[in-house]
């Protein structure tokens, strides 16, 4: 299995809605990661897990938290996201967390706050 | 600072012919380099990797990058485009900083190919 799979493939939200996205992979990466693309531009790094402890935090405001249940699973809970938030999501995962490891990613979940 | 510049916003190719994306990267390391592919409304796949191996690098569906370290580039190449190479490609660089590492992007070539 070489797939990281995300749900929901498409999300609409309001302004006051709770939601989460989910991630999962089973290729024992000890690494996890969330990405967030606006369209036409190329992914930009929210969040570092290794070893199922957050490593990075790129100054993603509190409205984005997440979590990192076991190694398999990642998690990202929405809350009062506003419109600029729209955008694709990609969790992504690697073997290790080193200079030389390639990420796989996943297909992404398709944001949409109205 | 390590980064990625992709020369080219848009590459348009027939069908058939070669493709060339260009792409040069700034580091003070020696460098670990990608190239990922991402077809319209869908993840990011991994084309091929450099690191610190062979300077030709050959990856999936036909692509070979190779490093020059002379030039600090990474160029990706393919013999023939096929129909299905319509996408963005992203150059990518693994920056290291002073604790961790993180993945810096090329903001992207598009390549579109004619019939």
Redesign the interface.
Known sequence: DTE?T?TPKHLVMGMTNKKSLKCEQHMGHRAMYWYKQKA????E?MF?YSYEKL??NESVPSRFSPECPNSSLLNLHLHALQPEDSA?Y?C?SSHS????T???????T?LTVV | AQSVTQLDSHVSVSEGTPVLLRCNYSSSYSPSLFWYVQHPNKGLQLLLKYTSAATLVKGINGFEAEFKKSETSFHLTKPSAHMSDAAEYFCVVSVRRSNDYKLSFGAGTTVTVRA
């Open positions: 990281v995300q036409k531009k190329p992914p790094l570092v490593s990075i694709l990609l992504a967390w080193t200079a030389n390639e990420a796989f990613f996943g297909q992404g398709r």
